[in-house]
């Protein structure tokens, strides 16, 4: 069946230091590819996505590129700050929206 | 702004009580879904709903039902609540387009005690 893998973490970063969180998938369609960003106490929220291979999805100074031969939809930021602290969920979708996948999300602290 | 609204943020109920959780929406999405969350265990998908008066099963469904009447609205109730149904429970809705994603309430912390 459809998956996907993320580094669980926590992962705890300097203010300014750079951020990945690795997310790999396997999927029996061609999905879409999300990540998702839940800060405390909230509920998730849509932080990017990537539609296609070789689609590079951006908001807020994330990144996350959609490779296909790796299977893979890494989380990527050059400077993180303190307010970037939060849990970030890779997911996948197929099946017109009614398949979707999480990840078990990430913890990220930034300490300032 | 669209959104998928929760009716509670925090709810505390006695054991053995009905609960009822209210998710609403506004962009008329065909797709609801239910899930929980735990710590150490993610997001678990308890009901979903493709269209009006129907719902499938999700990975959890034991002592939980739903209900959508109408389009925009989709009610989660828990029968008979246990303290071990303690938990964040977030509501989703999306269209039936796998590129859309979707988008979340705020979520209701519940407590049974």
């Known amino acids: 069946g459809d998956s996907v893998t993320q580094m669980e973490g926590p992962v705890t970063l300097s203010e300014e230091a750079c951020l990945t969180i690795?997310?790999?998938?396997?999927?029996?369609?061609?999905?879409?590819l999300f990540w998702y960003v839940q800060y405390p106490g909230e509920g998730l929220q849509l932080l990017l996505k990537?539609?296609?291979?070789?689609d590079k999805g951006s908001n807020k100074g994330f990144e996350a590129t959609y490779r296909k031969e790796t299977t893979s939809f890494h989380l990527e930021k050059g400077s993180v700050q303190v307010s970037d602290s939060a849990v970030y969920f890779c997911?996948?979708?197929?099946?017109?929206?009614?398949?979707?996948?999480f990840g078990p999300g990430t913890r990220l602290s930034v300490l300032p | 702004d669209v959104k998928v609204t929760q009716s509670s943020r925090y709810l505390v109920k006695r054991t053995g009580e009905k609960v009822f959780l209210e998710c609403v929406q506004d962009?008329?999405?065909?797709?609801m879904f239910w899930y929980r969350q735990d710590p150490g265990l993610g997001l678990r998908l308890i009901y979903f709903?493709?269209?009006?008066?129907?719902?499938e099963k999700g990975d959890i469904p034991e002592g939980y039902s739903v209900s959508r009447e109408k389009k925009e609205r989709f009610s989660l109730i828990l029968e008979s609540a246990s303290t071990n149904q303690t938990s964040m429970y977030l509501c989703?809705?999306?269209?039936?387009?796998?590129?859309?994603?979707?988008?979340f309430g705020s979520g209701t912390r519940l407590t049974v005690v």
């Open positions: 989703a809705s999306s269209p039936p387009r796998e590129n859309y994603g979707y988008t």
């Open positions: 690795n997310c790999t998938y396997t999927a029996t369609g061609y999905p879409s």
């Open positions: 990537a539609t296609k291979a070789d």
């Open positions: 997911a996948l979708s197929v099946n017109y929206g009614q398949n979707f996948v």
């Open positions: 962009m008329d999405h065909e797709n």
């Open positions: 709903s493709y269209d009006v008066k129907m719902k």
